[in-house]
């Protein structure tokens, strides 16, 4: 994480959530705290989250919770929606700098049949998938966790908070994909009625989403990189449910956090100091 804005204890905060582990004694530090607004500005314009403005701790969601919930909202202010179900894929930066020094290690180590370094996935990433990193020990009693579950716990807690009730919580899982820098989400949303899919791309384009064509290259971690644009891909209707669609859409993890901060930065300095409250303001990043 990385404090914006850090001001003193009269003034406000805005805390970016850059993605990187916390540990499980810093969970509760991005998204998790009783006297903190999370928000999503560009969101926020317009399907107010009826958040208190006058708080002195504002927070940056995840980039995935950014994703997830722009998709949600856009779809649920057209359509009525009965259950969603999304899988995050996670790049390498989303555990941080020794994440990323790990897979490089291991995709140039097994290209050459040298023994590669695990101590950060538990397993081969190179080239691979993983729903989990490591391994429980035997006869451990306490439930499971690693990076991955601590990015998922997460992610639904601002998921639960954002949201609240303006849309069905999606089930969700974080996978490890083997790239470097950029996120993925498949998302399923079953509606209570069939969708004509052109109204579904009509109510997701908009601020930040791009909805491509299948005359388009398909979003990827790839080609989403340097943009704070979320790029969806065609929509889908699903072979077996006639109201279910999938939608697959890419973001640029690093980028996305860090001008959604600044956009909260921006609205607090149009808003002025909060309330009974007087000081100066001074920026880093730390």
């Known amino acids: 994480s990385a404090s ?12 970016i ?17 009783s006297d903190e ?17 006058d708080s002195k701790r504002f927070v940056s969601a995840h980039p995935a919770a950014i994703v997830i919930s722009s998709l949600l909202l856009r779809l649920a202010s057209r359509f009525q929606l009965r259950r969603a179900v999304g899988h995050v894929f996670g790049p390498a930066s989303e555990i941080g700098p020794r994440a990323i020094e790990e ?19 538990g397993a081969q990433l190179a080239f ?25 716990g997460r992610l639904r807690a ?8 303006r ?9 490890q994909v083997p790239v470097f820098y950029s996120l993925t989400v498949s998302l399923y949303v079953e509606t209570a009625e069939p969708p004509d899919l052109a109204s579904v791309g009509q109510a997701l384009a908009g601020d930040r989403v791009l909805v491509r064509r299948l005359s388009d290259q398909a979003p990827s971690q790839i080609n989403v990189t340097g943009t704070s644009d979320i790029l969806v891909d065609a929509i889908t209707a699903d072979a077996e449910h006639p109201a279910g669609i999938w939608l697959w859409a890419a973001a640029d993890n690093i980028r996305l956090a860090a001008v959604n ?15 009974n409250r007087r000081g100066t303001e001074k920026s880093h990043l730390m």
């Open 4 to 15: 914006f804005l850090d001001s003193p204890e009269s003034e406000r905060r805005v805390v």
């Open 17 to 33: 959530d850059l993605g990187e582990n916390l540990g499980p004694a810093q969970v509760e530090e991005v998204g998790g705290r």
């Open 37 to 53: 607004v999370l928000s999503v500005p560009f969101l926020d314009r317009v399907f107010s989250n009826g958040s208190v403005r």
């Open 103 to 121: 897979l490089q290690k291991q995709t140039v180590n097994v290209l050459s049949f040298q023994k590669f370094p695990q101590s950060v996935f």
């Open 128 to 152: 691979n998938l993983l729903p989990r990193l490591g391994r429980a020990r035997r006869g451990e009693s306490q439930p499971y966790r690693d990076d991955l579950t601590y990015l998922e």
């Open 158 to 165: 601002q998921l639960r908070t954002y949201l609240r009730d």
């Open 167 to 175: 849309v069905p919580l999606p089930a969700l899982r974080v996978i």
């Open 261 to 275: 901060a600044v956009e909260i930065a921006e609205s607090l300095k149009d808003q002025g100091p909060p309330q």
